[in-house]
T-cell receptor, first 112, second 114 residues
Framework: TQLLEQSPQFLSIQEGENLTVYCNSS?????LQWYRQEPGEGPVLLVT?????EVKKLKRLTFQFGDARKDSSLHITAAQPGDTGLYLC????????????FGKGTHLIIQP | ETGVTQTPRHLVMGMTNKKSLKCEQH?????MYWYKQSAKKPLELMFV???????ENNSVPSRFSPECPNSSHLFLHLHTLQPEDSALYLC?????????????FGPGTRLTVL
């Protein structure tokens, strides 16, 4: 069974601070996705990373895929209250009908 | 109506009741999914349908019964549930199953079993 461990599980910081959340596994994934889920809604895709070492930026969010394609990080610069939500990583290893393996998520609260 | 919709948004049921959750996608996707989201657990994949045919059943108890009458609609029929089945049930769709395609999620049905 492939597992994705996300850390920290909970994070509460002040507006304007920087933060990094992590997604780690002992398994290799051919691609990895990050989703954000807001209260009362389903997860929404933020980014997909495919190549080992790849870095993608989405405004104040920077996503990195590890060289060995076993881990990923999400860095947020100057966090804002609108960044509050549950951040989920999901890995795709190829084969099988289901496709994605999800982590438990990081609950992020940005206080004004 | 666009995206993935789910009804009802909230459901409270007794252990002897029978109810159904409905999901509809307006994206022209070929694959649809049911997930269970509980506190402190990863999203648990329950069922996968590709072109209306079930392709994955991750050892889900028989008290959960899926139905996919066409590529746009997915149901989850519930009967004799247990309190531990209380959770957020999410429906999702993607262009194809078994691929890294983006999954589009509905808002979920918050289920409480008394």
């Amino acid at each position: 069974t492939q597992l994705l461990e996300q850390s920290p599980q909970f994070l509460s910081i002040q507006e304007g601070e920087n933060l990094t959340v992590y997604c780690n596994s002992s398994s290799v994934f051919s691609s990895l996705q990050w989703y954000r889920q807001e209260p009362g809604e389903g997860p929404v895709l933020l980014v997909t990373v495919v190549t080992g070492g790849e870095v993608k930026k989405l405004k104040r969010l920077t996503f990195q895929f590890g060289d060995a394609r076993k881990d990923s990080s999400l860095h947020i610069t100057a966090a804002q209250p609108g960044d509050t939500g549950l951040y989920l990583c999901a890995g795709y290893s190829g084969g099988g009908a289901d496709g994605l393996t999800f982590g438990k998520g990081t609950h992020l609260i940005i206080q004004p | 109506e666009t995206g993935v919709t789910q009804t009802p948004r909230h459901l409270v049921m007794g252990m002897t009741n029978k109810k159904s959750l409905k999901c509809e996608q307006h994206l022209g996707h070929n694959a649809m999914y049911w997930y269970k989201q509980s506190a402190k657990k990863p999203l648990e994949l329950m069922f996968v349908y590709s072109l209306e045919e079930r392709v994955e059943n991750n050892s889900v108890p028989s008290r959960f019964s899926p139905e996919c009458p066409n590529s746009s609609h997915l149901f989850l029929h519930l009967h004799t549930l247990q309190p531990e089945d209380s959770a957020l049930y999410l429906c999702a769709s993607s262009q194809n199953s078994g691929s890294p395609d983006e999954q589009f999620f509905g808002p979920g049905t918050r289920l409480t079993v008394l």
